[in-house]
């Protein structure tokens, strides 16, 4: 047997392997001296993997590093007032068109109620042939 690939030790090592796949490594290690050194290397490093609990970071790493990030971007003055103010101004722009135009179809609909009939209906003689047309192609 060849000696045994990366994949392979990381497939024995984690066992995902199946029963003779494992017997024939095992038989290839007790053979294989370099593959033994290998076998007894890799091994101790997944135990030692195994001992970490977690790693602890530095207490004031999230405030080092808002302050690089700060120091890479300087917000200038103008530009912590410029968003706010647009969007107020477009938030307030839009209730008063809202209010407006509401009043305005409001006070039209009440002087004359049929006109918006009428619209209708006059769009929709307008529109008479078309429909007579598509009703014979239903035929």
């Not at 593959?35 to 790693?55: H, N, V």
């Not at 101004?89 to 049929?114: C, D, K, R």
């Amino acid at each position: 047997m060849k000696c045994i690939d990366k994949e392979k030790w990381l497939k024995y090592l984690k066992g995902e392997i199946d029963k003779t796949q494992r017997e024939e490594i095992r038989g290839h290690i007790r053979e294989c001296e370099k593959c033994r050194k290998m076998a007894s290397q890799l091994t101790a490093a997944f135990e030692s993997l195994d001992d970490l609990d977690g790693l602890n970071a530095d207490p004031q790493f999230t405030t080092r590093l808002i302050g690089m990030i700060r120091k890479t971007h300087q917000v200038k003055p103008w530009e912590r007032f410029l968003l706010p103010a647009v969007a107020a101004t477009a938030a307030l722009l839009s209730i008063f068109l809202g209010i407006f135009l509401g009043q305005n179809l409001y006070a039209v609909m009440q002087e004359e109620p049929n006109q918006a009939n009428e619209a209708i209906e006059s769009y929709y003689y307008q529109s008479g042939p078309v429909e007579y047309y598509i009703q014979e192609e239903q035929l």
